[in-house]
C-alpha cells in the first residue's frame, strides 16, 4: 500500500502542469471556514456549508460515519459514539467536540456521545476535524482528534429557514432557525429542533428497544468584538442493552439535560487580546431494572456471588466553569500566542440506589478538580515558504479527595510547514501531550487499585499535499504511541502496562469536474498492537453536484471486516442517495436513502454476569449500528 500511495504521489507531481497555488486550493476547499481554518494545527478536514446541503446530513453522527482513522458506533445506551481505528471504546477522552470556541464533551467521562454528537446539520455552518493536539491556540482540553462544529450566524444567514424530516422507520425531526443583524450593529441566531427517533434490535428473540427523543436550542449573540453562545439539549431515551447481563433489561430509561454559556470578547485595536468566560452544567438520571441481574463494577462484590444487583438508579449534577485570557502579537518574524486558564469541575450525586443499598451516595471522595493552565505556541517564519511552530503548555491539577493525588503535567509540539513550490506542501508535527483520569475512570476502576493513571501519549504526523488543476492530492502519515492506556476490563479500568502502538496512511483525493460537480475518494488503513475490536481499513467514495434546479449525491462507505473472540463482522458497504428539488429558491424538497444494501457497520456489545455455579462470565455479540431508511424533507426559507 505504501509503495502503491508512493507510485501515484510521484506520477502526479512529475507531470504536474498549469498548477493553482496550495494556498489557494486551501482556500477554495474551505471557503466558508476560512476565518476559523488553522493549518497550523496538522492534518485537517473540512466540510463545507454547500458540502453539509448537498450530501442531506440529518446530525453531526452523519458525518462522523465516515472521518477517516475512527469508527463511529453504538454504546450500551444506544448512543453514537466515536472511537480510534481498530478498536471500539465506549469512552477514550482522545476525541473533544467543540461548538464554535466551547468544548462540550461530557464532564463525567470526556465523550462527546451523550448528546451533542447528535446535534441538527440545520444548526451548523462548517466543521472542521483536527488530527493531533489541539490544547493550544484551539482550547484548552488534550485529545488525538478534535471536532470543531460551527454554528450559523447572523451575518451569513439574516433570514428565516424551516425543515422537517420523516422516515419511513417513523422517526421525524422539525427545526426552526431565525436570524437578523440590528441596526446597532449587533447580530443574533435563534435555532430549535425537535427529534423524535424509533428504533430497535432483536437479541435473544426479545425485542430491546432504543427510542430517543431530543430537543436542541442554541442562541448566538455577536457584534464586532464581542461574542456569547447559549446551548441546550435534552434527551429522553431508552436504556437499550445498558448494564444487563444478558442484553435485555425489564425496563429502564435515560434523561440528561445540558445547559451552557460561553462569552468571548476581544480588545486593543487589533482585537489581539481575547477573553474568554464559559458555565456549563449537566443533569444526567439513569434507572434500570432486570431480573437476570445488573452487572455495575462500583456496585459489584466479587466476594459475594449471592449479591446480585436487580435495579439500579441515580441522580447526578455536574459542573463547569472556564475562565482564559490569551494574547497574540508578533516580533519579527515570529508570531506569538499565548495564554493563561482556569478551570473548576464539580461532580454531584444527588441520589444514587439500588435494590441492595438505598443510600449508595458517592463511590469515593473525588468530586471536584481545578486546573490552572499555562501556554505559548510560536510561529517561526524561517522563509516565506518554510515555518516552524513550536508548542508549549503546562497544566496543574488540585483535585478534592484521596482517590486521584494533585499532579503537573505538561506537554510540547514541534512542527514545520513547507511549500517548495506553489502547487506542493508538506506538514510534520510531533506532540508529546496526555489525558488524565476522569470521574468516570475513578467511580468504575478495577477495586484492586488504588487509583488510575494519566494516559501519556506521543503522536507524529507527516502530510503532504498537491494541488494539480482541479485535483487535490493529500496524504497523511500519522504514529500514535501511548503509555497508561485505561482500559476497561469486566472489573473495571485498569492500566495497560505494555505501550499501545497504531499507525496508519490517509489517502484523500478531490476532483472538480466544474463548478457544480465534483468527486471525492478516501481510503485509509491502520495497524494497531492489540486484538482488533472493530474496524481497522476503510474508505468512502462520494460524487456530489447540480443540474439547474436539483442536487443530488451518491456515497459508498467502506469498512473492512474483523473478527474478536468467537464473534465475526462482515464487511460494511454504507450506500447513500439523494437528491434535493428546489420548486423556487427558498422552498425545496429532498429525498434521501440510506444503508440500501442494507450492509451497516456493527459494533461489539459485552454482557459481564457473577453467579454462584459459574462465577464471572462474559458474553459477546455484534450489533447493527443503523438500519436502512428512506428520509423525505421540506426545507422553507424566508
Not at 452544567?281 to 456471588?305: A, M, R, S
Not at 441515580?314 to 485570557?325: P, Q, R, T
Not at 443503523?626 to 423525505?632: A, D, G, H, I, Q
Request: net charge negative.
Amino acid at each position: 500500500m505504501k509503495v502503491f500511495l508512493f507510485i501515484i504521489f510521484f506520477t502526479v507531481t512529475v507531470f504536474s502542469q498549469e498548477l493553482d497555488n496550495l494556498l489557494k486550493e486551501y482556500e477554495s476547499s474551505s471557503k466558508n471556514s476560512l476565518e476559523t481554518l488553522n493549518e497550523k494545527m496538522g492534518y485537517v478536514l473540512v466540510y463545507t456549508k454547500e458540502e453539509l446541503e448537498l450530501m442531506q446530513y440529518n446530525n453531526l453522527a452523519d458525518v462522523l460515519k465516515e472521518i477517516p482513522s475512527s469508527n463511529s458506533n453504538i454504546n450500551r445506551f444506544g448512543l453514537n459514539t466515536i472511537s480510534l481505528s481498530g478498536s471500539k471504546t465506549d469512552v477514550t477522552g482522545f476525541f473533544r467536540l467543540y461548538i464554535n470556541d466551547h468544548e462540550v464533551s461530557s464532564i463525567y467521562n470526556q465523550s462527546p456521545s451523550l448528546t451533542w454528537l447528535q446535534m441538527p446539520v440545520s444548526m451548523i455552518d462548517h466543521i472542521e476535524v483536527y488530527y493531533g493536539e489541539g490544547s493550544f491556540t484551539l482550547g484548552n482540553e488534550t485529545g488525538i482528534q478534535f471536532i470543531r462544529v460551527y454554528t450559523k450566524s447572523a451575518k451569513k444567514e439574516n433570514g428565516n429557514e424551516i425543515k422537517t424530516i420523516h422516515s419511513n422507520k417513523n422517526s421525524n425531526s422539525q427545526s426552526f432557525t431565525h436570524s437578523s443583524i440590528l441596526e446597532n450593529g449587533w447580530g443574533y441566531l435563534l435555532h430549535f429542533t425537535n427529534n423524535n427517533n424509533n428504533s430497535y434490535k432483536e437479541i435473544n428473540f426479545q425485542q430491546v428497544e432504543n427510542n430517543l427523543d431530543s430537543q436542541y436550542f442554541f442562541l448566538n449573540l455577536n457584534s464586532q468584538r464581542t461574542n456569547i453562545d447559549i446551548g441546550y439539549s435534552k434527551i429522553k431515551k431508552d436504556i437499550f442493552t445498558g448494564y444487563s447481563s444478558d442484553f435485555v433489561p425489564n425496563d429502564g430509561k435515560l434523561n440528561s439535560d445540558n445547559f451552557f454559556i460561553h462569552a468571548s470578547s476581544s480588545f486593543l485595536r487589533d482585537n489581539s487580546l481575547k477573553a474568554t468566560l464559559s458555565y456549563d452544567i449537566n443533569n444526567f438520571e439513569y434507572e434500570e431494572e432486570n431480573d437476570q441481574g445488573l452487572f455495575i463494577v462500583p456496585n459489584v462484590d466479587l466476594t459475594n456471588p449471592f449479591l446480585s444487583t436487580s435495579y439500579f438508579k441515580e441522580d447526578l449534577k455536574l459542573e463547569k466553569i472556564n475562565a482564559s485570557l490569551s494574547k497574540e502579537f508578533k516580533v519579527g518574524k515570529h508570531e506569538i500566542f499565548t495564554a493563561i486558564s482556569l478551570k473548576d469541575k464539580k461532580y454531584k450525586v444527588k441520589n444514587r440506589e439500588s435494590n441492595l443499598d438505598k443510600n449508595i451516595a458517592q463511590y469515593n471522595d473525588y468530586d471536584e478538580e481545578k486546573i490552572y493552565s499555562f501556554m505559548i505556541q510560536d510561529d517561526y517564519e524561517l522563509f516565506d515558504n518554510f515555518h516552524l511552530i513550536g508548542n508549549y503548555k503546562i497544566d496543574k491539577y488540585h483535585r478534592a479527595g484521596q482517590d486521584l493525588d494533585d499532579e503537573t503535567q505538561s506537554l510540547y509540539r514541534v512542527g514545520a510547514i513547507y511549500l517548495p513550490t506553489d502547487y506542493l506542501g508538506f506538514k510534520s508535527f510531533y506532540t508529546k501531550s496526555y489525558i488524565p483520569p476522569t470521574f468516570y475512570n475513578i467511580d468504575f476502576k478495577d477495586k484492586k487499585l488504588s487509583t488510575i493513571n494519566t494516559q501519556k501519549y506521543k503522536y507524529h504526523n507527516i502530510e503532504g499535499v498537491l494541488s494539480l488543476g482541479n485535483s487535490k492530492l493529500n496524504i497523511d502519515y500519522y504514529k500514535v504511541k501511548i503509555d497508561d492506556f485505561a482500559y476497561l476490563t469486566p472489573i473495571g479500568f485498569i492500566n495497560i502496562q505494555d505501550q499501545v502502538k497504531t499507525s496508519g496512511v490517509i489517502f484523500d483525493y478531490e476532483y472538480k469536474f466544474d463548478k457544480n460537480n465534483k468527486i471525492k475518494l478516501n481510503y485509509y488503513t491502520s495497524n494497531l498492537n492489540r486484538n482488533y475490536t472493530n474496524s481497522n481499513r476503510g474508505g468512502y467514495l462520494k460524487y456530489m453536484g447540480k443540474y439547474q434546479n436539483i442536487d443530488y449525491f451518491a456515497s459508498l462507505i467502506y469498512k473492512n471486516s474483523y473478527e474478536y473472540l468467537d464473534v465475526e463482522v462482515d464487511d460494511s458497504y454504507n450506500l447513500n442517495l439523494g437528491f434535493t428539488y428546489y420548486y423556487t429558491k427558498n422552498l425545496s424538497f429532498s429525498l434521501k436513502g440510506e444503508n440500501l444494501l442494507n450492509k451497516p457497520t456493527a459494533s461489539l456489545f459485552t454482557a459481564t454476569s457473577f453467579s454462584p455455579m459459574k462465577g464471572l462470565t462474559s458474553e459477546h455479540i455484534a450489533l447493527d449500528d443503523y438500519e436502512r431508511k428512506v428520509l423525505f424533507s421540506i426545507r422553507w426559507l424566508f
